[in-house]
Structure formats: structure tokens, C-alpha cells
């Protein structure tokens, strides 16, 4: 039996006429309509669940959930979704403010690979701070869980969305895809590897921005030219070299394929390379192997655009400014924000002229912060430019604050060790040593120890990954079946 029509709380406001003005004075972020037209909130008494394969049922945890460390409570509002080992629910806390809070069961944490995982997911998600991706608030625990809470996304995501439209303008596509871009371009900048962009994890803010999710299969890259060797994604998104070139490993282009993927999607329906054959659609990417429906018209330039994306070769791919940078964007009509009445059809954009549509552009992408002038190169540590005493006291500084940290890191995810000292580690800052000399081997910093930790589970001198070792947990209509290569919580940090 197929699942009930999924409504969301703001699907049924109405369309704004005034929309995607060009702002005067001081204008709001992207995405936020007049305030003379804004819609209360609404709730609904049965929250949109996303599909779900969860192999073992966690335990709800209790109806007000209290983190005694900050003595706060928050009550459980209702559930958002689920997985094998985690639930999110939407939480309300003391004085009304509603989160997202991730709950993971302590009993699936009793392994040094778990705790690990956890670790990573945390580090990795709390020192990202961009409008476009969901904000990370903290983490606590109790006698039976952890929990992480997280910033609430009031529209759901751009699957839920897909799955009510069927479809997506290209302008809508154009003001999501500006959005994503910008947050991948973060990422990228700050050493991080999302590998897991679909749909189902671009979120939807209460003024219809997107926030990127879920950094369970993230990585960082800490030196330049590393490369990743683990096979893991979601199928229908998943780059080629992840799969075919695990000898030569993979890096940040496994995002911008992801990039190409979703943009395809979003104007046509449906991913590229969608067959229910899992196998066929590894076949059908090795070999590059899509087309556009010719009864799902879309633009020249955006067909275009999606071909230099999905280029086999990861380095003849466009660069994300590239992308953003790309006629299709350019000369096409963007407009300043979604209504939620795009929930139930299409917005009517044919009012906004070409002087408005560059000044949206130009504000999406300033707010994106992927003008010029804000971008950040990757940001690999070098040594202070000193004087030698000077330099010296300060790398002393770094090798002294290195060892605390792997000392903590060490300790926090043995079996036995308790869960608070887990969390403690985890919040603080990540600390990255600056280069050895050449020719010499300084202490391992901590990425190096997770990456051990990670590898300890694979057999030493295992060949080349084949398309087996992949296993597929659950299966959506237009993300597919996500693919990771071990069990557990599947956070990683690779």
C-alpha cells in the first residue's frame, strides 16, 4: 500500500504576489518574504515521516528529556524521523524555542569503532558555521542516550518537497542550487567532505532556505592531494571515482558530482541514472549513461550545465564557482525567495524583470558567501611567520595542546570509558598540528588516530573494494538505497 499524501504545516499558505522584489534598505537574508505577508505557523497533528529501512527499533526516550549539566528540559514535540540506531524529534524547550534533537541509543555505542563515529560526527558538524547549513547546538547525554540538538528545519526537506511537486522550476532550482553551492563551497574551504548530498538531506528553514544536513558520512581532508578510499553514498548521487577508482581514492569532487546529480533532479523528477536494479545504476554511472526526457522539457543551458557536471573525470569538472558562475544562473530568472505555497505548485515568477533577477543573484550569493571576496582557501595550518625563538615557543604551545587532545580522544573512546568524557572531547575545537619538516616525522595528530581507528577494521592488504561490499539500508523513490560499508550508527570520519 503506498504511504498516506504527505502535507507539510506551511504547505497550504498562499502564494505571494509581491514576491522576489528587489530589496531598498537593509535587507533580510535571502528567503525571507515581506513581513506583512508572513504565514503563522501552523502544526500538524502528523508530521511528515521520511521512508525508512530501520533494521533494530530504538526505545523512545522519555517525554521530557533533560540535560542536567545546563539544568534545561525539553519536551518532545513529535518525531521527524528515524534509523537503525538514532530517532530525530522535534523538541520544545522552556521558554518555546523548538529544535531538532538526534537521539542515539547508548546501547549502540559500546565499541571503540562506535564511539569513534559518534566523535567524529560531532567535531565535524560543531565547527561548521554557515547560513546554509543546519546549525549544530549541542550535545548531552542521560542514563540511556545522546543527544544532539540541532536547529529546526520548519519545511522539511527538498525530497519531502520533490515528492509533493513531482518536479521543480528551473528558477527554483536556480535559488536552491545557489544556496547548496554555497554551503558545499564552505565545506570544501574548511576541509570537510559532506558525501552524502541528496535531497533528503537538503533542509528547508522556516523562510524556505536551504539547510544542509546529516554529516554522517563526512570526511576531512587534512593535507592537500589526500584521498578517500571508502566506498560509501547513496547510489543514485554517488560520483564514479568513489565506486571505479577506489586505487586512486576520491576528494571534494565527489561533491560537486552530487551537485550535477541534484540539479538534475530537481528539474527533471527524477535522479539521472534511476533504475530499481541497484547494480544497474552503478553500471549506468560507470558509463555515464542518462538523457533528458523528452517529455520533461527543460532548458538548453541547464542541459548543459548538468552534462559539464557529470564529467566521468573528476578533475575536468567544473569548480563550484565555476558552476555558479555558468550562464544558466546568470542569464535566467532568480528569484529573491521561495513562498511556501510552492509546497503545492509551482510559484508564477514571470514578473520579476532581468535587473531584478541579477540583483537576487548577487544578494543569494553574497549571503552564500561565495563573492570573491569571501573566499577562504583550504585551510591546511602552516608555521607562524617568525622569528625562530618565537616560532619555537609556538609550535611547543601546538605539540603540548596535540598531545591533551589525543590524550582526551584516546581515553573518551575506549569501551569502558564514560560517555560524558566522550562528549566533553568532542566539543572542543579541533587541533591540527603544523607540518612536519621534511624528512622528518612529527607526533601523529588526531585525524591521523581516527583514520587508524578506521582502518583497523578492514583486513591489511584487502584488494580493491568491488561493488559487493556495499550494502544497501534503505531505499527512497529519488535518493535510493544509501550505501555505506560497515555497521554501527554509520557516522564516519574518513
Not at 175 to 183: D, S, T
Not at 226 to 255: M, Q, W
Not at 292 to 316: G, H, K, M, N, Y
Request: proline content about 10%; some cysteine; aromatic content about 6%.
Amino acid at each position: 500500500m503506498p504511504p498516506p499524501p504527505r502535507r507539510h504545516p506551511l504547505a497550504s499558505a498562499a502564494n505571494h504576489y509581491a514576491v522576489n522584489q528587489v530589496p531598498r534598505h537593509h535587507a533580510p537574508p535571502p528567503g525571507t518574504p515581506p513581513k506583512q505577508q508572513e504565514q503563522p505557523i501552523k502544526k500538524s497533528s502528523s508530521p511528515p515521516l521520511p521512508r525508512q529501512n530501520a533494521k533494530v527499533t530504538p526505545p523512545s526516550p522519555p517525554k521530557i528529556i533533560t540535560d542536567k549539566a545546563r539544568a534545561l528540559e525539553f519536551v518532545r514535540v513529535g518525531m521527524l524521523g528515524e534509523g537503525g540506531f538514532a530517532r530525530v524529534y522535534e523538541v520544545q524547550d522552556a521558554r518555546g524555542r523548538r529544535s531538532a534533537c538526534k537521539v542515539v541509543t547508548k546501547s549502540s555505542l559500546k565499541t571503540k569503532k562506535a564511539k569513534t563515529k559518534l566523535y567524529a560526527e560531532i567535531k565535524i558538524h560543531k565547527s561548521l558555521d554557515h547560513p546554509n547549513i543546519v546549525r549544530f547546538q549541542d550535545c548531552f547525554e542521560d542514563d540511556d542516550n545522546v543527544y544532539m540538538t540541532l536547529e529546526l528545519c520548519h519545511n522539511g526537506s527538498l525530497m519531502d518537497m520533490l515528492r509533493r511537486r513531482k518536479r521543480f522550476t528551473e528558477p527554483e532550482a536556480r535559488f536552491f542550487m545557489v544556496q547548496l553551492i554555497g554551503a558545499c563551497h564552505y565545506m570544501h574551504t574548511h576541509q570537510v567532505i559532506h558525501r552524502d548530498l541528496k535531497l533528503g538531506n537538503i533542509f528547508l528553514d522556516r523562510n524556505m532556505n536551504v539547510k544542509v544536513g546529516d554529516f554522517g558520512l563526512a570526511a576531512l581532508i587534512e593535507n592537500p592531494g589526500e584521498r578517500k578510499k571508502t566506498i560509501c553514498g547513496t547510489p543514485n548521487y554517488i560520483a564514479p571515482e568513489v565506486l571505479f577508482d577506489t586505487a586512486n581514492g576520491h576528494s571534494f569532487e565527489v561533491d560537486t558530482w552530487s551537485i550535477g546529480v541534484i540539479l538534475y533532479t530537481l528539474v527533471v523528477g527524477r535522479p539521472p541514472f534511476q533504475t530499481k536494479d541497484v547494480k544497474a545504476i552503478y553500471q549506468r554511472i560507470r558509463d555515464n549513461v542518462y538523457e533528458f526526457p523528452a517529455d520533461r522539457v527543460v532548458s538548453q543551458l541547464v542541459q548543459e550545465l548538468i552534462q559539464q557536471i557529470l564529467t566521468p573525470d573528476p578533475q575536468q569538472r567544473p569548480t563550484l564557482h565555476e558552476i555558479v558562475d555558468h550562464a544558466w544562473f546568470t542569464t535566467g530568472t532568480v528569484p529573491g525567495y521561495i513562498p511556501t505555497s510552492a509546497h503545492d505548485a509551482p510559484p508564477d515568477f514571470r514578473h520579476i524583470a532581468r535587473h531584478m533577477s541579477e540583483a537576487n543573484l548577487a544578494r543569494l550569493r553574497r549571503y552564500a558567501l561565495l563573492d570573491e571576496d569571501q573566499s577562504t582557501s583550504i585551510a591546511v595550518p602552516s608555521a607562524p611567520a617568525s622569528n625562530a625563538s618565537t616560532t619555537g615557543l609556538k609550535n611547543r604551545g601546538v605539540t603540548s595542546s596535540l598531545a591533551q587532545q589525543e590524550k582526551e580522544f584516546q581515553k573518551a573512546v575506549q569501551p569502558g570509558s564514560p560517555i560524558s568524557a566522550l562528549l566533553s572531547s568532542a566539543r572542543q575545537p579541533l587541533i591540527v598540528a603544523p607540518p612536519a619538516p621534511s624528512g622528518t616525522r612529527g607526533e601523529q595528530p588526531l585525524l591521523r588516530k581516527l583514520q587508524a581507528a578506521k582502518d583497523s577494521v578492514k583486513s591489511p592488504g584487502r584488494p580493491r573494494p568491488g561493488l559487493q561490499d556495499i550494502v544497501e539500508e534503505h531505499e527512497d523513490e529519488y535518493d535510493g538505497p544509501r550505501t555505506r560499508q560497515c555497521d554501527g550508527l554509520g557516522l564516519r570520519w574518513r
